[in-house]
């Protein structure tokens, strides 16, 4: 064996399981020095050929936050960025019943910081085709899950992917004649969805409150993660963004986690041909989250935003915040 050419040594061990290549090495002397998982992981080609010759029960043994970027890479590239890729990469089982699995899994802020930045990475890199062209071009629907492009880009602040998801979707939503009308209470969201399973088409009631859970889950993620002004303008654009049950949250979260410009962008913003904010009448105590969470995470700027812009607080909370 040991007089195998590097070529067909690559081959090969691109057939073993990625999470026994490090035995690959205890063939030979020669084999071990080929064949290092260092070396074999930080080989792009590599880790597409190891990955594509892999059944999905193979792959879901696999730790790929050991392995490394081009493994996410390879995952993303073979599967496209979709539930099947998350699943595999989180090892959520998706083949014993056709169900799709919990949604919040799949999203950024569930992760910690390194592991949802090295995935983020990956998809970028993935989509590094559709982005580069001017203008960009949109992304394979087939390939690539939108909705779930879209929380990651959104998270993660990527403009361009966003708006590319975003125009995506709601040209969906215009060929199926869905528009922003006058939403129905949350409860038939999960009636809607119950019919969406990995092997069936949602019905066009499921697909309404689809567009309408994307958009808004987009925008509370946008406004805890990157806190991108231009995403949220871009969101709030669409007239899908069910503010009137989670505009307050949004904005809390975007004072827990200091993004005072996408504060700043949510209070003032105004539709074209109205005069009022979209958020609604403020109230004493209805600001009372955002408040709290922007004094006792030391957020000055995010509590200038929120003073400025007129917003009441409750006496409690007034007392608390201006204590000392």
């Known amino acids: 064996m040991n007089e195998l050419p590097n070529e067909l040594v690559l081959i090969i061990a691109s057939l073993v399981p990625p999470y026994e290549l490090h035995k690959f090495g205890l063939l030979s002397t020669r084999f ?4 290092s998982l260092r070396i074999l992981t930080r080989w792009p080609g590599f880790a597409l050929k190891n990955v594509s010759n892999q059944t999905y029960a193979t792959l879901q043994k696999t730790d790929y936050f050991s392995l490394g970027f081009h493994y996410f890479t390879a995952l993303f590239r073979t599967f496209g960025v979709t539930v099947t890729s998350f699943a595999i990469i989180l090892k959520l089982n998706i083949e014993d019943d056709l169900t799709l699995p919990e949604s919040s899994h799949l999203m950024p802020d569930c992760m910690s910081h390194t592991e949802a930045t090295l995935i983020f990475r ?3 890199t993935t989509l590094n085709a559709y982005l580069e062209p001017s203008p960009p071009i949109h992304p394979c ?3 690539h899950d939108m909705h779930l ?3 990651w880009a959104s998270f993660f602040g990527n403009k361009l992917l966003s708006k590319l998801c975003i125009d995506h979707i709601l040209q969906l939503a215009s060929d199926n004649d869905l528009e922003p009308a006058d939403l129905e209470p949350l409860d038939q969201l999960d009636n809607a969805m119950e019919t969406a399973t990995i092997d ?8 309404f409150y689809d567009v309408r859970a994307t958009l808004t889950s987009a925008f509370l993620l946008c406004a805890q993660g990157s806190g991108n002004a231009d995403i949220g303008a871009l969101l709030l654009a669409t007239r899908w963004v069910q503010l009137d049950v989670w505009g307050q949250q949004t904005l809390a979260e975007a004072a827990r986690a200091g993004n005072a ?3 700043k962008m949510l209070l003032e913003w105004r539709w074209p041909e109205e005069h009022v904010g979209v958020v609604g009448e403020w109230v004493p105590g209805n600001m009372d989250l955002a408040f709290s969470w922007a004094s006792m995470n030391n957020h000055v700027e995010c509590m200038t935003v929120l003073i400025s812009s007129g917003v009441l607080m409750s006496m ?9």
């Open 316 to 324: 409690d909370v007034a007392s608390e915040v201006f204590a000392g």
């Open 200 to 207: 069936t088409t949602p019905s066009i009631d499921a697909m």
């Open 32 to 35: 071990r020095a080929a064949c």
């Open 141 to 143: 629907c087939d390939t």
């Open 122 to 124: 990956a998809i970028e």
């Open 149 to 151: 492009l879209l929380q």
């Open 261 to 263: 410009e996408f504060l």
